[in-house]
């Protein structure tokens, strides 16, 4: 079982709409859980960490269910320039970090 | 905000030759520096952890005298590809941490295409 899967998507929204998808992890035992971006041939760049208690950041909102194992992401009102990969990463405990494939966002006009 | 440079961008080099990458962090102290290899559509995959002045430490599957990894100094860190062939063409990212949690930064990456 792969530490991080998350469903590659692609999700195809227009402008506007609220899109959001999750991310399942193995290791019950992480304790940090973080939303990278990545767009096409670059590198990853921190969009936000996500808490236990959900956490919200501009149009951008994380869910953490510790139980369940999931993280969530949420992305409200969405731009053009919101179209990218967004990946799932999760600590495995000793602060290294386990990237899932990514979930990819096209926003349409 | 911390900065992470990563050089080349991309390189093109021929079977069997060796290709050196270099990461540096330009504004703090990177105590331990990653390198991580991305192939299409998959994630990202840790190859190895250095920490200043100490041997890397190389992920399980990962050929340690194939990809070498040096981090002389707290703002610098190297991994060098040798004897390359096609199936390491990838692309390589490299991120450092200055021992603050998980504050890391990732370097551009670079494309590496061994014909």
């Known amino acids: 079982r792969k530490e991080v899967e998350q469903d590659p998507g692609p999700f195809n929204v227009p402008e506007g709409a609220t899109v959001a998808f999750n991310c399942t992890y193995s290791?019950?035992?992480?304790?940090?859980f973080f939303w990278y971006r990545q767009d096409c041939r670059k590198e990853p760049k921190l969009l936000m960490s996500?808490?236990?208690s959900g956490n919200e950041d501009g149009r951008f909102t994380a869910q953490l269910n510790r139980a369940s194992q999931y993280i969530s992401l949420l992305i409200r009102d969405s731009k053009l320039s919101d179209s990218a990969t967004y990946l799932c990463?999760?600590?495995?405990?000793?602060?290294?970090?386990?990237f899932g494939a990514g979930t990819t966002v096209t926003v349409r006009a | 905000g911390a900065v992470v440079s990563q050089h080349p961008s991309r390189v093109i080099c021929k079977s069997g030759t060796s290709v050196k990458i270099e990461c540096r962090s330009l504004d703090f102290q990177a105590t331990t520096m990653f390198w991580y290899r991305q192939f299409p559509k998959q994630s990202l995959m840790l190859m190895a952890t250095s920490n200043e002045g100490s041997k890397a430490t190389y992920e399980q599957g990962v050929e340690k005298d194939k990809f070498l990894i040096n981090h002389a100094s707290l703002t610098l860190s190297t991994l060098t590809v040798t004897s390359a062939h096609p199936e390491d063409s990838s692309f390589y990212i490299c991120?450092?941490?200055?021992?603050?949690?998980?504050?890391?930064?990732f370097g551009s990456g670079t494309r590496l295409t061994v014909v």
């Open positions: 290791n019950s035992a992480s304790q940090s």
């Open positions: 996500v808490y236990s």
């Open positions: 990463v999760v600590d495995r405990n000793d602060y290294k970090l386990s």
């Open positions: 991120s450092a941490s200055d021992g603050e949690n998980y504050g890391y930064t």
